[in-house]
């Protein structure tokens, strides 16, 4: 008589698949973004990104599934980032660092790079895919001013918060990351969301999504090419804040901007401008006349945060190095007739 055959089936243990390294590829934008949120800097996320790529190509073949490969990723990239993260050290805005200037204050010497938060072209961070809340959502947490109130949490706080928060992962995902317990988890999210709320009671909040701010941006547009300052100040709200880096002189207020464009500023006049994304803000980058009289020289980036009808924020960043022009994939020179 035969044996009764068994009811379940045999257990069959299937080897882990690993990874390639065309595997890693689609995780890049994201762990951009995750590295450019934690460090406020587009070319030290790029660097940080690379690093962590490198690293986890080397150990391929030590990846033995027991977490996700994009856990293992950010894993890594975390890891990069805490090492790249000096001690106190923070990217911030000149309006984080002091009172605002007036309008004929002495630029000073531009400070050096790491000082500065640096801006971000969206198309380096951004997926721009999925549901349009979730989209509008990721597109906040890239703002200038949602970065800067970033750089004041310390770094394993900052590194919390962006996974809990911005990330939606689950806290015990986020104790596997960092190896740590929920429990401290938790306390480390607990802590950085006092000290946001003591800088910017908003900072988490859920933010409607704007209308379209098109008309706005081409009557700045035309205002701007004509160097209409009357024209400019009358879309800028009463609070405007005008910054400048790398020089720390910033300006609140339409009348002290007017001041400075017909003053300090007047270098701006006869510029032209080419729409850009940035910082999941809208953006122009300035070309001003070329010293050589040929053509346009790349200037700055003028990124805006607009509220209602009104430029509530305008933050130039002059391109003194030359780097940031290209990193946005933007013309050496514009012709004349542009």
Known sequence: ??????????????????????????????????????LGSASEAEDAVQETMIKAWRNLDRFEGRAS???????????????????????????DLGPASSADSNLGAPAGEA?????????????????????????????????????HLPSRQRAVLILR???????????????????????????????????????????????????????FLAAFEA??????????RDDVEFSMPPFQLWLERP????????????ECKGSKLLPVQANGQPAFACYHPAKDGDGYAP?????????GDKIVGWHNYLSLDHTLFPLFGLPERLPADA
């Open 255 to 266: 009348e002290e901007v007017a001041k400075f464009l017909m003053g300090q500023g007047i």
């Open 165 to 219: 928060e911005v990330l939606r992962w689950q806290a015990t995902e986020v104790a596997e990351l960092l190896g740590t317990t929920v429990a401290s988890v938790n306390s480390a999210l607990q802590r950085a969301r006092a000290t946001l709320e003591s800088i910017d009671p908003e900072a988490l909040s859920s933010r409607p999504i704007g209308a379209d701010h098109q008309a706005l941006l081409d009557n």
């Open 1 to 38: 008589m035969s044996p009764e055959p068994s009811l379940s089936a045999p257990v069959v243990t299937l080897p882990v698949k690993t990874p390639v390294a065309a595997d890693l590829e689609p995780y890049r934008k994201q762990l951009t973004g995750y590295c450019y949120r934690m």
């Open 299 to 307: 200037w700055c980036l003028q990124i805006f945060d607009i509220e």
């Open 69 to 95: 490969l994009k856990s293992w990723l950010y894993r890594i990239a975390t890891n990069v980032c805490l090492d790249m993260v000096q001690g106190p050290q923070r990217r911030a805005r000149p309006m």
């Open 115 to 151: 000082t500065w938060l640096q801006p971000v072209p969206d198309g380096l961070v951004l997926s721009g895919e999925g549901d349009p809340a979730e989209v509008a959502a990721e597109r906040e947490t890239i703002k200038l001013a949602f970065v800067a109130t970033l750089q």
């Open 227 to 236: 160097y209409d300052v009357s024209s400019i100040v009358t879309l800028l």
